[in-house]
């Protein structure tokens, strides 16, 4: 079963997450919004995201100790957060940003359609990272039953190879028993 991907949405504000929500509506990926940077970081605990779609200015905990937060837990780390703010072009917050770890930082207002094509890159990102990952587990599967079948030969040649007269039934036995997966 496939996992849909995740944003966390990040504002203090109820009208601006209820506009980003509207901003990914019909993009395949559900948002999950909170209202503080503490929130932020309690859902992280409990879910995996594709991106964090994280508010710069926040009373409390900013946006900028949140993703510090973040970035600080190995689970998180690499989750990419893209800031927001109403702040003006103040290169200096985007520098601060971008130093704790952001992979964007827009200025409202920003172009919706910005923003949708970001997190469409993120969440496909993300897809393709689950996708690997399952395919890497199959692998690792697989070659373990291989060394356990290619074992089974071995043992069953080195049987056949004595002058032990009952070598041979315990030979077929072995092979029969790895071939099944009921290995001894």
Same mark, same amino acid.
């Given at each position: 079963? /496939?996992?849909? !991907? =995740? !944003?966390l949405l990040v504002d203090d504000r109820r009208e601006n997450l209820m506009a980003l929500e509207a901003i990914l509506q019909g993009l395949p990926v559900q948002s999950v919004a +909170?209202?503080?940077?503490e929130a @932020? &970081? =309690?859902?992280? &605990?409990v879910d995996d995201? !594709? +991106?964090? &779609?994280?508010? @710069?200015?926040m009373p409390d905990m900013d946006g900028f100790e949140t993703a510090s937060h973040i970035k600080r837990r190995e689970r998180t780390r690499h989750v990419p957060i893209i800031f927001l /703010? @109403? !702040?003006?072009r103040d290169a200096q917050l985007a520098l601060r940003g971008?130093? +704790?770890g952001a992979v964007d930082y827009l200025t409202k207002p920003f172009d919706p359609w910005v923003l949708r094509a970001k997190v469409s890159v993120f969440v496909e990102l993300w897809v393709k990272t689950r996708q690997l990952a399952a395919q890497s587990d199959l692998v690792r599967e697989r070659d373990a039953q291989w060394r356990v079948l290619t074992d089974a030969v071995d043992e069953a040649t080195a049987m056949l190879r004595t002058e032990d007269p009952d070598a041979r039934d315990r030979a077929v036995d072995l092979l029969e028993q790895a071939r099944w997966g009921n290995t001894p």
């Open positions: 079963m /496939t996992q849909m !991907a =995740k !944003a +909170v209202e503080s940077g @932020a &970081l =309690k859902q992280l &605990l995201f !594709a +991106v964090i &779609l994280l508010d @710069a200015q /703010t @109403a !702040a003006d971008y130093a +704790v």
